[in-house]
């Protein structure tokens, strides 16, 4: 067993760790924080079956941003779906025997690289070409996205550029799950993937990345409009409103 070995399967274990943890401590940090005024970006459902399609609107189609913004919302919706597409292709890696979906979609999944890559360099740029959001834009803001970039142009060198092992890179993966360790492929290109998706697992978190959780607790999104029919109370609120009683 190589150093470099030992180095990404130690680097997977605590960044998983680090991960998985802020994601916890994050998701109830949202779940406890008091939503006191009702505030639903109108025009708005009144039901909360209307609220359910709204959110599934948003989180799959980008309704909002569509309604904002052609051009951001094609390179956005374009990233995320060939993302999921992607991360879908990529569970090769982690199943044996592969389950029969996954095989179906690979030939997908690489056109889904290019795409991801397209719709990265579009939102990436936009943050230089449109004076306003070249303005509000923060170091972090083009950190993230160029990480999320190095990823995926790692990624298609491997497959496009220069080959790797893919049969021992799958068995270091399964080895990793199964607490089996198997040599890592000695490749550069390699070692600059890993790393980065490492990194990203680690920071995702604690980025603006954590985003994709945080949209189902937005207060704007997830209130009904219906403040005449039914009286809206902040959990520290109603508390309040009960000791008083």
Do not use: C
């Amino acid at each position: 067993m190589n150093a470099a070995t030992v180095v990404f399967a130690l680097l997977f274990y605590g960044a998983t760790l680090l991960g998985v943890a802020g994601l916890v401590w994050r998701i109830r940090d949202y779940a406890r924080t008091p939503a006191p005024l009702k505030i639903p970006t109108t025009p708005a459902p009144t039901t909360t079956g209307g609220v359910v399609m709204r959110m599934l609107r948003e989180v799959t189609l980008f309704e909002s941003l569509f309604k904002a913004n052609r051009w951001i919302w094609l390179f956005g919706w374009m990233f995320h779906v060939a993302l999921v597409l992607v991360l879908a292709r990529h569970l090769r890696y982690f199943t044996e025997p592969v389950w029969f979906w996954v095989v179906w979609i690979q030939p997908f999944g690489l056109y889904a690289s290019l795409a991801m890559a397209a719709g990265l360099a579009g939102l990436w740029a936009r943050r230089f070409v449109v004076p306003r959001i070249r303005y509000i834009s923060t170091p972090s803001d083009h950190l993230m996205l160029a990480l999320l970039l190095g990823i995926g142009a790692s990624g298609l060198a491997m497959k496009f550029m220069s080959h790797t092992d893919i049969v021992a890179t799958k068995a270091f993966a399964l080895g990793l799950l199964f607490f089996d360790w198997q040599p890592l492929p000695a490749h550069p290109v390699l070692y600059t993937h890993l790393f980065l998706v490492a990194l990203l697992i680690a920071i995702f978190p604690y980025s603006k990345l954590l985003h994709a959780p945080g949209v189902f607790f937005s207060p704007g999104r997830n209130q009904a409009d219906n403040p005449r029919e039914r009286r809206h109370m902040g959990q520290w609120a109603d508390k309040l409103d009960k000791a008083k009683v």
